[in-house]
């Protein structure tokens, strides 16, 4: 004989409700996702206002030209804010190791590749003088690296009036106008080909997210790095070399400003005095839209390439349709101005919500 069916009354079935576990969007997973939606909204809204928005050779090409490089700065600005610090000579950086560049291909007369990876090198070595510097001092990573700016500005324009005439070095090894130039249809083999509207230099910036994306998520190096950020006495504490983490950061860095110096110079055509000298605002402002703290200890590769994405549509959007370049600096200073200060303001939230739920 079957036992009656068991009534559930309503407080249990209330109560097995409240027990399962509710599925909550990562926060960082949700900016990243709220990125993607304002960048389609001003896509269409800019596209809709000037048909220009949409032509793939005068607007979408450059446009994502100007977002690889800007990514790669952004990336270089993220190595350094991932242990709680900045670098304010990332654009100096970018200048130094362009130039050496520049110098290896008119006096040595090396190919493109080899030229690049020597200037890569003088990048990573003087991020690691600028960490080592900050972890023998215990100096503030703002005054070191704005020294630093200062030493590699004055540096770098006495080499260039030592070695040039017009300030640039104009050599151009062999494969430098076709990065330049050509798109990733250009270069495809197979029957499939890439969109004439994505340039080469952009394999440079999926290179570069790839590798640092994977060193902060499936290496112990990248996670003492966040540890290091998070809390570095504890990091101490725990056995972790923060002096050489420190300075492993700054030399990360030096060497992404190199690269993003060097994808400057191609689109440019030359290697000059002037290059980086854009740099400081746009490497904040990627990274800290996408999710990476300035304090340390949490980084977002895809939401840097989502915060330099919509600047640069934002940019580009408003010079289509008329805006001056002072009203453009103002919208991005505005732009830096929140997106540094959505940190607190989450800060602020959470911490009232955690009142009123007492």
């Known amino acids: 004989m079957s036992a009656p069916p068991v009534e559930r009354t309503d407080v249990e079935v209330e109560s097995r409700d409240r027990a399962k576990p509710r599925r909550r969007l990562d926060p960082g997973r949700a900016q990243r996702l709220g990125l993607l939606v304002v960048i389609a909204v001003l896509v269409i809204s800019f596209g809709s206002a000037s ?6 050779q005068l607007t979408i090409f450059p446009l994502l030209r100007d977002i690889s490089i800007l990514c790669v700065v952004g990336l270089a600005q993220l190595a350094v804010m991932s242990i709680g610090h900045m670098n304010l000579a990332v654009g100096r950086m970018a200048a130094l190791s362009a130039m050496v560049m520049g110098l290896a291909y008119q006096e040595l007369h090396l190919p493109l590749y080899a ?4 200037g890569l090198l003088v990048g990573a070595a003087i991020g690691a003088l600028t960490g080592w510097i900050i972890s023998a001092t215990g100096v503030n990573s703002f005054v070191v690296t704005l020294a630093m700016d200062f030493v590699l500005l004055g540096l770098v324009s006495l080499v260039y ?3 040039t005439t017009s300030a640039a070095f104009t050599v151009k090894p062999a494969g430098m106008d076709e990065l330049r130039k ?11 080909c890439g969109s004439p509207a994505v340039p080469q230099l952009f394999l440079f910036t999926v290179v570069a997210m790839l590798a640092v994306g994977w060193l902060y998520s499936r290496t112990r190096v990248g996670r003492e790095l966040l540890l290091v950020g998070s809390n570095i006495k504890a990091a101490q504490l725990s056995g972790i070399p923060t002096g050489r983490r420190v300075i492993g950061a700054h030399a990360l860095s030096g060497t992404l400003a190199g690269l993003a110096g060097f994808m400057l110079a191609v689109t440019a055509g030359s290697f000059t005095a002037t290059i980086g000298s854009e740099f400081m605002i746009p490497s904040f402002l990627g990274p800290v ?3 990476t703290l300035l304090t340390g200890g949490a980084v977002s590769v895809i939401g840097t390439l989502l915060g330099t994405t919509l600047t640069q549509v934002i940019r580009q959007g408003l010079t289509l349709l008329g805006v001056g370049l002072e009203s453009l600096n103002i919208y991005l200073g505005a732009i830096l101005l929140l997106a540094l200060s959505t940190g607190r303001i989450r800060t602020v939230l959470s911490e009232r919500k955690a009142r009123t739920s007492r």
């Open 161 to 163: 009036a030592q070695f």
């Open 289 to 291: 839209l996408g999710g």
């Open 115 to 118: 030229g690049l990876v020597l």
């Open 182 to 192: 050509y798109s990733l249809a250009d270069v495809c083999l197979g029957p499939v």
């Open 51 to 56: 048909s220009a928005f949409y032509d793939q």
